[in-house]
């Protein structure tokens, strides 16, 4: 079983739609949750970050995290075309554990006009 | 500022051949990764280095060797390469400590026939 479980999709909506994307995670280690975009044939760049427990809102995005269900999920809200990439969630554990990052699968999004 | 780059961008390998993927990182950067991507599977975890002279290994290290040559350089190697590395792989580095974003290079396409 992998460490992180996510849905590669493809999720396809219509402009302007809220886009939720989610991942769950069997290590209850992990304390740092991160969302990255990829373009295609780019590599992936930093969405968002959040620690332990909680929501962070960054503008359309918003990224929950309930370590008690080990699910993270991150929200987009009046989507736009320029947000179709794909979206993949990343983790680490606190301490010693920080240093290995581990990636769910990435959900390939496309917004279409 | 080049943040991470990876060598050669593109490569096509027979079966059996060895090869060395590069990466060097100019931001100063404690700890440094290899990732293979394919379809489906996001970003797998092959290697990563937390620090100058230490290197551990990640969700699939078979087939792969690395060095930690300084702390801007990590390298991997594929002593024999078989058609099941066929991948896009990429390398990134992070900071260490709280809040700290992955950085990653534009990715090494490569093809082993």
């Known amino acids: 079983q992998k460490e992180v479980e996510q849905d590669p999709g493809p999720l396809s909506v219509p402009e302007g739609a809220i886009v939720s994307l989610n991942c769950t995670y069997s290590?209850?280690?992990?304390?740092?949750f991160m969302w990255y975009r990829q373009y295609s044939r780019k590599g992936p760049e930093l969405l968002m970050y959040?620690?332990?427990?909680g929501n962070k809102e960054d503008g359309r995005f918003t990224a929950q995290v309930d370590k008690s269900s080990k699910y993270i999920s991150l929200f987009i809200r009046d989507s736009q075309p320029s947000d179709s990439a794909t979206y993949l969630c990343?983790?680490?554990?606190?301490?010693?554990?920080?240093?290995?990052?581990?990636f769910g699968a990435g959900t390939r999004l496309a917004v279409h006009p | 500022n080049a943040g991470v780059t990876q060598t050669p961008k593109f490569q096509v390998l027979k079966t059996g051949q060895s090869m060395t993927l590069q990466c060097a990182q100019d931001?100063?950067?404690?700890?440094m990764y290899w990732y293979r991507q394919d379809p489906g599977m996001g970003l797998r975890l092959i290697y990563y280095?937390?620090?100058?002279?230490?290197?551990d290994k990640g969700e699939v290290p078979n087939g792969y060797n690395v060095s930690r040559l300084n702390k801007r350089e990590f390298s991997l190697r594929l002593e024999s390469a078989a058609p099941s590395q066929t991948s896009v792989y990429f390398c990134?580095?992070?900071?260490?400590?709280?809040?700290?974003?992955?950085?990653f290079g534009q990715g090494t396409r490569l093809t082993v026939v």
């Open positions: 280095s937390a620090s100058e002279g230490t290197t």
């Open positions: 959040t620690y332990s427990s």
């Open positions: 931001m100063n950067h404690n700890s």
């Open positions: 990343a983790m680490s554990a606190a301490g010693g554990g920080y240093n290995k990052l581990i």
């Open positions: 990134a580095s992070r900071r260490t400590g709280m809040n700290t974003e992955a950085f």
């Open positions: 290590n209850s280690a992990f304390q740092y």
